[in-house]
Every structure is written in C-alpha cells, then in structure tokens.
C-alpha cells in the first residue's frame, strides 16, 4: 500500500522554525518528484515547493523562498520541510504529495499536519 | 505567483453534463496540460486526471479531460451526488518553476 504520513505540526509563534516530516510507504522517494502543498482553512491549495526525483532540483513559491527549504532522507524514505521565520499567514494545513509523472499530478496525497502561526 | 483562473461554482441537475473550465497561459496549461484535482470536505484532494486526459486508476470513465489552447476543461457525465465537490485544476510553470493552482470550482449537483 502507497502511503503518506506528515507530521511536525503545530502552534507556533511569528518568527519562530518548524520542520515538517513525511514518511513514504509502498515506494521510493527517489523514484518521484515529492511536494508540499499548503491549504489554508477555507482556501485552495497553494504549491509550496518540490524536490525532483533524482535530488537534481528543488523549487519554492516565491511567497516561501528563503525562508522554506525541501529535503529528503532517502534511506528513512521521509521527506522534510524545514520552515523557518513563519508568519500568520503560513498557517495552513501542510499536505506532502507524490507527482506521477513529470509533470503529472499529484496522484497520492498524506491527510496532512496543520501549522498555525500566532502569538 | 499568478494562478489559474476557474469559475467559483456551477451548478447542474443530477444525471446531467457539467464541464468546468480552467484558463492559464502559454507556459502552463498551453504548454504542459493540466492536472484536476477533486476534494469533499475534510479530505485530501483526489487526482483525477493528469496531462490532459490520463486518468489513474479507479477513476470514473464519466470524466473526461481535454485543453484547447491555453483552456482546459473536465467534463463530467451522468452527474451523481457524489461528485458535488470542490474542483481545482493544476499546472507546472514553467517560466516560473513552479506549480500553480486554480481557485476552483464548487460544483453543486441539484
């Protein structure tokens, strides 16, 4: 079975770091594009970032660069998003997702680990 | 980064036709495709159909996608309560280097 599990969520002051985990089963991270996509309560989704499949590149929203950075463990099969300098409106359900096909969609999604950012 | 432009919300009577739309530009939706997304509340969203017109597995032959120019479109027959949902489209930038969304559509089904 393909699964997501993000985890990492929180209550947390502006300005302050989080990161954010995602473990991967039934597959390889290095076998995918991997992504975070953000969804505020209420809201669509938003594209955070993505690392490509073979670690060749990694890209950010512009409302995130900077401040954001994607990575992975590839022997954990866990995908990270370091979030540092969070704002109020950083607060929003963080779902990781794995692209199928590039580009493709985002054919497996986890339930998501929800940040709010407030003093 | 600009979005992709959909309708708020359609409506249609059960066991009619809805198509919904989605507009982007030449570097993406003209120049890649579109991917469409379906989410009820409270749940992740649900790929149902990626570059135009593959769709994964499990996924209803009732939908249909297809772009014309930098427009894309999901088109749903036999529309079914189930389908009354949130519809978002998606799509690489790739001036940008970005993926971009829509605002989606809230399909109502009569």
């Known amino acids: 079975q393909v699964h997501l599990v993000e985890s990492g969520g929180g209550v947390v002051q502006p300005g302050r770091s989080l990161r954010l985990s995602c473990v991967a089963s039934?597959?390889?991270?290095?076998?995918?594009?991997m992504h975070w996509v953000r969804q505020a309560p209420g809201k669509g989704p938003d594209w955070v970032a993505v690392i490509f499949y073979d670690g060749s590149g990694r890209f950010y929203a512009d409302s995130v660069k900077g401040r954001f950075t994607i990575s992975r463990d590839i022997s954990e099969n866990t995908l990270y998003l370091q979030m540092s300098s969070l704002r109020p409106d950083d607060t929003a359900l963080y779902y990781c997702a794995r692209e199928d096909g590039s580009p493709g969609g985002f054919d497996i999604w986890g339930q998501g680990t929800m940040v709010t950012v407030s003093s | 980064q600009a979005g992709l432009t959909q309708p708020p919300s359609v409506s249609k009577d059960l066991r009619q036709t809805a198509t919904l739309t989605c507009t982007g530009n030449?570097?993406?939706?003209?120049?890649?495709?579109a991917a469409w997304l379906q989410q009820h509340q409270g749940h992740p969203p649900k790929l149902l159909s990626y570059r135009n017109n593959n769709r994964p597995s499990g996924i209803s032959e009732r939908l249909s996608a297809s772009r014309s120019g930098n427009t894309a479109s999901l088109t749903i027959t036999g529309l079914q309560p189930e389908d009354e949902a949130d519809y978002y489209c998606?799509?690489?930038?790739?001036?940008?280097?970005?993926?971009?969304f829509g605002g989606g559509t809230k399909l109502t089904v009569l």
């Open positions: 030449n570097n993406n939706v003209g120049d890649q495709g």
């Open positions: 039934g597959f390889s991270l290095s076998s995918h594009n």
């Open positions: 998606s799509a690489w930038d790739s001036s940008l280097s970005a993926w971009v």
